[in-house]
């Protein structure tokens, strides 16, 4: 991908936490450094509603693992996600039923089923959340009512309010699967500090450590605080949404 400057008009700046809250204390471990960047707004609703809008450019956002394209509204310049196969001079529009060409968006119940879909919302009027991420994208299974199911990346089918909001196609660069860091610098730019392994740490240091020469993890797989950490649920059990989804995602097999 050619580098193209951004808009300055859409960029802010991204002051880093390297993994600490409020009061200094480190909450995510094995975060600090990275290459300095700066924050694309970008679009997730329907912030330009019924206008139609021309692909100025295509760019590489450091924030993100897909592309993300420039649209020109008649002057008002906007980011938002890029779909695969999007191009430079494309035409796309905002509306709640149009044309189902690549990148336009539209509700889901105007959405025939076995489409590919993308930067979907959960409530409608509040923004795209769900299938944001490099290559991916949801299909429509069914639509019924008041809801429309849909099969997410994770392989989870689950409901969403027909009103909501959704953009046609998967995202750009679904080749990012694949893509190797190749050395230990690479992830230092990224952000990502050395990790050691709690078994070769002493007993006082983690639930791991401890023993002479290389010993087993011992009893069960436990995070440095002894909280369970492999094959723990961790969804609440009441929450709310729990009805909407039909069908659990399916769990990969390790290796």
Not at 5 to 22: D, E, T
Request: net charge positive; charged share 25%.
């Amino acid at each position: 991908m050619p580098k193209i400057k951004p808009q300055k008009n859409l960029l802010r700046v991204l002051k880093k936490k390297a993994g600490r809250n409020n009061t200094g204390r480190v909450t995510v471990r094995h975060q600090g450094g990275g290459v300095k960047q700066r924050y694309r707004l970008i679009d997730f609703g329907q912030k330009n509603l019924d206008r139609p809008g021309k692909v100025v450019s295509i760019e590489y956002d450091p924030n993100r693992t897909c592309s993300i394209a420039l649209v020109d509204y008649s002057g008002d310049k906007q980011y938002i996600l890029a779909s695969h196969g999007l191009k430079q001079g494309d035409e796309i529009t905002c509306q709640a039923k149009t044309a189902l060409s690549l990148g336009n968006r539209l509700k889901l119940k105007n959405i025939p089923v076995g489409s590919m879909v993308y930067n979907i919302e959960l409530q409608p009027g509040q923004g795209g959340i769900m299938a944001r991420s490099a290559g991916t994208g949801a299909q429509i299974m069914a639509q019924e009512e008041r809801y429309t199911s849909l099969k997410m990346p994770s392989s989870e089918v689950r409901k969403v309010l027909s009103e909501c909001f959704a953009s046609l196609g998967s995202l750009s660069n679904p080749e990012k699967r694949f893509q190797e860091i190749g050395k230990a610098g690479t992830a230092r730019l990224m952000g990502r500090r050395p990790t050691v392994r709690g078994s070769a740490m002493n007993a006082c240091d983690h639930p791991h450590g401890g023993g002479k020469n290389k010993q087993p993890i011992g009893r069960h797989p436990r995070t440095a605080w002894g909280k369970p950490a492999l094959g723990v649920k961790t969804r609440k059990r009441n929450k709310w949404s729990n009805k909407l989804i039909m069908q659990r995602r399916v769990n990969k097999k390790r290796k």
